[in-house]
């Protein structure tokens, strides 16, 4: 059995792959989901040895806001503390808030849930009991979604191709 561990960057990040990898639909395969942003924080070596052996670590995070030295420090501490089978990079061009709207009917995020500011957003979107009808009604284009490649010219050797997160 493949074991599955998403490192996202924020709580919106995290809600929102839980329900899509264990919920009634699944568009993303299975995992433990926790809060880590690679790209502006340092991970622990103690938290990388609890892995499990043969991971398939997915990391997911916005590149408008990155430390590159970080994350190339944090992947270097993944290969030394941790057995991981293998790392799989996620991008959200510019930030995930972005993606939503890139990938559905929308113009502005606060289409969504008829809010006035980002932080008014999140916390709408965080308090959401039917994620999958919110997303049907914008029309939310999975096959779209993190498919856009940076212009970020040092982060772009790390993308990974999203459809490697989709459940087949």
């Given at each position: ?93 510019k930030n995930f808030e ?60 790390f993308r990974s191709d ?7």
């Amino acid at each position: 059995m493949k074991i599955y561990r998403y490192f996202v960057e924020g709580e919106c990040e995290k809600f929102f792959v839980k329900v899509f990898s264990h919920g009634e639909k699944q568009y993303f395969k299975p995992g433990k989901v926790d809060v880590h942003n690679v790209v502006n924080e340092s991970l622990s070596s103690a938290m990388l040895r609890t892995l499990k052996n043969d991971t398939t670590l997915i990391l997911i995070y916005d590149v408008d806001k990155y430390n590159s030295d970080l994350l190339q420090q944090n992947l270097k501490s993944i290969r030394k503390y941790a057995r991981v089978r293998e790392i799989i990079h996620i991008q959200s061009v510019k930030n995930f808030e972005d993606e939503l709207i890139r990938c559905s009917k929308i113009n502005n995020l606060n289409e969504i849930f008829s809010t006035e500011s980002t932080e008014e957003f999140k916390k709408k979107f965080l308090a959401c009991k039917d994620l999958c009808a919110k997303m049907e009604e914008i029309e939310l284009n999975f096959n779209e979604l993190w498919n856009k490649i940076t212009d970020q010219k040092e982060l772009q050797k790390f993308r990974s191709d999203p459809r490697r997160i989709k459940k087949s």
